[in-house]
């Protein structure tokens, strides 16, 4: 079976329960199959000795045919899909670690199930969800390529890497990577396990960990989990809409902020601290999932760093509210 009709069916079965954004690969495909006609109508007119790649005007330029309409629409789709994976992820995560009267305001407003298979299965089908959309974007930019004899598709990718629309980068994937092996080892030798992931594992080389995930087609998810800014392993780790984790403490240093005001507070013209984009700090998400994976894979680094932590929290906080009482009373 083709990919277009199986993510057309995937697609299908999904949106009978709930009303998922996707990619448009049948409208995306006639654009190009326009695209492919026009520029074969015009190599029919040329010279037989006359190289038709040298020729293509989309080999060095934009295409005049499809360019105004397949980047636009993809690009919006991609927007789509992507902040429909990061809202459903984000809620099952809350719902997950949530308890007592907070989580049953949350099951009571988004009317799913609170138990543990079905917080799984939701797991299962977000996974799926965003692997087969990364899969049919890489085929419809390849498409592109392969039409136009350009590299115009691959080029879009890494823009679209760049405006934070590539949902295997979003730091929910991460989160959700998280998940799955912290669910895996809560599981007991006699209980089925349920995988989100089929090979995800946390790893350690020469004492510094890393989150691994093989995907598809020889695609591998590789998340550092070292701070660039102290070079230890993440406490209380946060990613940077750019895709970077730190520590907590270590961002609001990087973003020129107080633990108090917290990373919200940030200049939009502070940078990260690693790629030096500007504006990364207000949409920062807490990596609490993996906080839990790396407080129970490195228990006696955590308990040094506790009460480090601690000590200088307290010294932030107190240096924060002596300033601000020396200029209230104008010292």
């Known amino acids: 079976m083709k990919f277009c009709k199986k993510y057309e069916e995937y697609m299908e079965g999904q949106c009978q329960n709930k009303k998922l954004p996707r990619v448009g690969?049948?409208?995306?495909?006639?654009?190009?199959?326009?695209?492919?006609?026009?520029?074969?109508?015009?190599?029919?007119?040329?010279?037989?000795d006359t190289n038709i790649h040298e020729n293509s005007t989309c080999s060095q330029h934009q295409c005049s045919v499809c360019h105004g309409s397949f980047f636009p629409s993809l690009l919006k789709e991609m927007s789509e899909v992507v902040g429909c994976f990061n809202k459903?992820?984000?809620?099952?995560?809350?719902?997950?670690?949530?308890?007592?009267?907070?989580?049953?305001?949350?099951?009571?407003?988004?009317?799913?199930?609170?138990?543990?298979?079905?917080?799984?299965?939701?797991?299962?089908?977000?996974?799926?969800?965003a692997i087969i959309n990364a899969i049919a974007m890489r085929k419809i930019l390849k498409k592109y390529d392969k039409i136009h004899y350009s590299k115009q598709g691959?080029?879009?990718?890494?823009?679209?890497?760049?405006?934070?629309?590539?949902?295997?980068?979003?730091?929910?994937?991460?989160?959700?990577?998280?998940?799955?092996?912290?669910?895996?080892?809560?599981?007991?030798?006699?209980?089925?396990?349920?995988?989100?992931?089929?090979?995800?594992?946390?790893?350690?080389?020469?004492?510094?960990?890393?989150?691994?995930?093989?995907?598809?087609?020889?695609?591998?998810?590789?998340?550092?989990?070292?701070?660039?800014?102290?070079?230890?392993?993440?406490?209380?780790?946060?990613?940077?809409?750019?895709?970077?984790?730190?520590?907590?403490?270590?961002?609001?240093?990087?973003?020129?902020?107080?633990?108090?005001?917290?990373?919200?507070?940030?200049?939009?013209?502070?940078?990260?601290?690693?790629?030096?984009e500007e504006g990364v700090y207000e949409g920062a998400v807490h990596l609490e999932e993996l906080n839990i994976l790396l407080s129970r894979n490195c228990p006696k680094y955590w308990k040094e760093r506790l009460q480090t932590e601690r000590v200088e929290r307290l010294r932030l906080a107190k240096e924060h509210w002596e300033s601000q009482c020396r200029a209230f009373i104008g010292v």
């Not at 492919?36 to 007119?45: D, E, I, P, Y």
């Not at 099952?92 to 907070?102: C, N, T």
């Not at 823009?159 to 934070?164: E, G, K, L, R, V």
């Not at 005001?261 to 990260?272: D, F, M, T, V």
């Open 154 to 276: 691959q080029a879009f990718k890494s823009q679209a890497q760049s405006m934070h629309i590539e949902i295997l980068q979003s730091p929910w994937m991460c989160e959700l990577m998280a998940f799955h092996i912290n669910l895996r080892e809560n599981k007991s030798r006699n209980e089925k396990a349920l995988a989100l992931f089929d090979g995800c594992f946390l790893i350690f080389n020469e004492g510094k960990p890393s989150l691994t995930c093989e995907l598809f087609d020889s695609v591998k998810l590789d998340i550092d989990l070292t701070c660039s800014i102290c070079l230890d392993t993440v406490f209380d780790p946060v990613s940077l809409t750019c895709g970077h984790i730190f520590c907590y403490i270590c961002a609001c240093k990087g973003a020129s902020v107080t633990i108090v005001h917290g990373l919200q507070a940030a200049n939009s013209k502070e940078k990260c601290p690693l790629c030096r």
């Open 88 to 129: 459903r992820a984000q809620r099952l995560l809350e719902l997950h670690l949530s308890s007592g009267f907070r989580k049953y305001l949350i099951l009571l407003k988004e009317r799913i199930q609170g138990n543990h298979i079905a917080l799984v299965q939701e797991g299962i089908d977000l996974v799926t969800y």
């Open 25 to 48: 690969l049948k409208k995306l495909k006639k654009i190009l199959k326009r695209c492919r006609r026009c520029h074969q109508s015009r190599n029919v007119a040329l010279p037989s």
